[in-house]
């Protein structure tokens, strides 16, 4: 559990520095597969979405509060086994990455640029968010589909 939290930790702040280092303040972006994906420099001041843009503090706060909960309640969120146990890194991996953003710039790096024809956009996002979303899924599946004790 905690070295995949390491490992996402890790590959998330890399992503991001290489992501500063080869667009800086330019506003460019490299196109991967035309009208669907792009790479490009984004900062994101808020929460997902953009939400609560400009509450540094507050961001800062829940997010350092959500990992440590992760933390405290590491066993019991990793009771199910190994699956479990990867999926809690990764949630750790991925808050820790966007907090370590939030606290050294005040903002998140954001580079994964999903669109539809240019006209459809999702919002930039990283490994972090990624690590997030797939150990949350993961996590609210795992137990939908675990067998009811009786």
Not at 77 to 85: E, H, M, N, V
Request: overall charge positive; charged content about 15%.
């Amino acid at each position: 559990m905690f070295t995949t939290a390491i490992i996402t930790t890790l590959l998330d702040q890399l992503t991001k520095r290489l992501a500063v280092w080869r667009f800086g303040e330019s506003g460019d972006h490299i196109t991967v597969i035309p009208r669907f994906f792009n790479l490009c420099l984004v900062y994101n001041e808020g929460a997902a979405w953009g939400m609560l843009s400009g509450q540094r503090l507050i961001l800062i706060t829940v997010s350092a509060l959500m990992l440590a909960f992760i933390i405290w309640n590491r066993k019991e969120l990793a009771k199910g086994g190994r699956f479990q146990s990867i999926m809690t890194g990764l949630l750790m991996g991925g808050v820790a990455g966007n907090l370590i953003d939030r606290v050294h710039t005040g903002k998140v790096i954001d580079f994964f640029d999903f669109h539809w024809e240019g006209v459809y956009y999702y919002p930039v996002f990283n490994i972090a968010d990624m690590a997030i979303c797939i150990g949350i899924f993961s996590m609210i599946l795992s137990q939908l589909l675990r067998k009811k004790e009786v």
